[in-house]
């Protein structure tokens, strides 16, 4: 299976910071690559798919990058609501795997 | 509006059987591949399986292959997961989602349903 490993585990930021988090690949992927935002008690939700496109109704402040095995998630200014964790998923390989996730709290 | 509502959490025992279901709207049901994802308490997702609600082709994660049957009625835009014989390590939420079209992410889910296998 294609492991995704992303960093940091975890990160305590401020509202109104640049928030970046990363995925590697231990495997090319492509651009078959997807962000998700779970909130607890939730299901997660898609934000990013193939590396850099947002997904409707998500706001601008999020932005992906990268290919074949680097990717970044980028919150440009973060807000109340997106204290959260996120997860990276490859599309590209059955198994479909994710990452471990990145917990986001607030400092 | 795609809508997925699964059905209600379960309470089972040891080697009960069990099968939950995911029932679509707002969409072409047959459309879309269709997916089931395991999140374990306190953990990260994991896919499980996915399906072709036109033909029931179905792909397995490995680690899940043997484990659970997942099958789709198009005819009520219904898919479903199911289990002969639970285990204690089956407890954790499962979520239905669909799978996309561009670089097939899931880009919409399921509320989630509660499995709790205990004796």
């Known amino acids: 299976d294609v492991q995704m490993t992303q960093s940091p585990s975890s990160l305590s930021a401020s509202v109104g910071d640049r928030v970046t988090i990363t995925c590697r690949a231990s495997?090319?992927?492509?651009?078959?690559l997807n962000w998700y935002q779970q909130k607890p008690g939730k299901a997660p939700k898609l934000l990013i798919y193939?590396?850099?496109s947002l997904q409707n109704e998500v706001p601008s402040r999020f932005s992906g990058s990268g290919s074949g095995t680097e990717f970044t998630l980028t919150i440009s200014s973060l807000q109340p609501e997106d204290f959260a964790t996120y997860y990276c998923?490859?599309?590209?390989?059955?198994?479909?795997?994710f990452g471990q996730g990145t917990k986001v709290e607030i400092k | 509006e795609v809508q997925l509502v699964q059905s209600g959490a379960e309470v089972k025992k040891p080697g009960e059987s069990l099968k939950i279901s995911c029932e679509a709207s707002?969409?072409?049901?047959?459309?879309?591949?269709f997916g089931w994802v395991r999140q374990m308490p306190g953990k990260g997702p994991e896919w499980m399986a996915i399906?072709?609600?036109?033909?029931?082709?179905?792909r397995y994660n490995p680690s899940f292959q043997g484990q659970v049957t997942i099958s789709a009625d198009k005819s009520i835009n219904t898919a479903y997961l199911q289990w002969s014989s639970l285990k204690p390590s089956d407890t954790a939420m499962y979520y239905c989602?669909?799978?996309?079209?561009?670089?097939?992410?899931?880009?919409?889910w399921g509320q989630g349903t509660l499995v709790t296998v205990s004796s």
């Open positions: 998923q490859q599309s590209y390989y059955l198994p479909r795997t």
């Open positions: 989602a669909r799978q996309g079209v561009t670089v097939q992410p899931f880009d919409f």
């Open positions: 193939a590396a850099s």
């Open positions: 399906i072709n609600p036109r033909d029931s082709d179905t």
């Open positions: 707002g969409y072409t049901f047959s459309n879309y591949w």
């Open positions: 495997q090319s992927v492509s651009n078959y």
